[in-house]
């Protein structure tokens, strides 16, 4: 088993970068597809990114391309996401997540961190 915790969210202004990190134990997370997931209140757990588990290759939401970037950082044991000119409806909690299968789907990963808030004001 691998626990995951998140940080490096906050409360930004509109055009502003944030560097989340995800910090891993018990497991390397080179045994992992890691992804990022966000949720805002009332809504459903969507995929923002994923990196495969070597990280060679990464995907994105249509809502976050070319402004989101997945990282791994094997030697720190770390997976980040840099995000940058973020938005209000980037406003929700992040999640970290690690599984077996290249997916979006949030039911196709097994464990997760508790999240970190990050809150974008216009």
């Known amino acids: 088993q691998v626990q995951l915790v998140e940080s490096g969210g906050g409360s930004v202004q509109t055009g502003a970068s944030l560097r989340l990190s995800c910090a891993a134990s018990?497991?390397?997370?080179?045994?992992?597809?890691m992804g990022w997931f966000r949720q805002a209140p009332g809504q459903v757990r969507e995929g923002v990114a994923v990196?495969?588990?070597?990280?060679?290759?990464?995907s994105y939401a249509d809502s976050v391309k070319g402004r989101f970037t997945i990282s791994r950082d094997i030697a720190k044991n770390t997976v980040y996401l840099q995000m940058n000119g973020l938005m209000p409806e980037d406003t929700a909690v992040y999640y970290c997540?690690?599984?077996?299968?290249?997916?979006?789907?949030?039911?196709?990963?097994?464990?997760w961190g508790q999240g970190t808030q990050v809150t974008v004001s216009s």
């Open positions: 018990g497991r390397t997370i080179n045994s992992y597809v």
């Open positions: 997540a690690a599984g077996a299968v290249y997916s979006f789907g949030r039911d196709r990963y097994d464990y």
């Open positions: 990196i495969s588990r070597i990280g060679g290759g990464t």
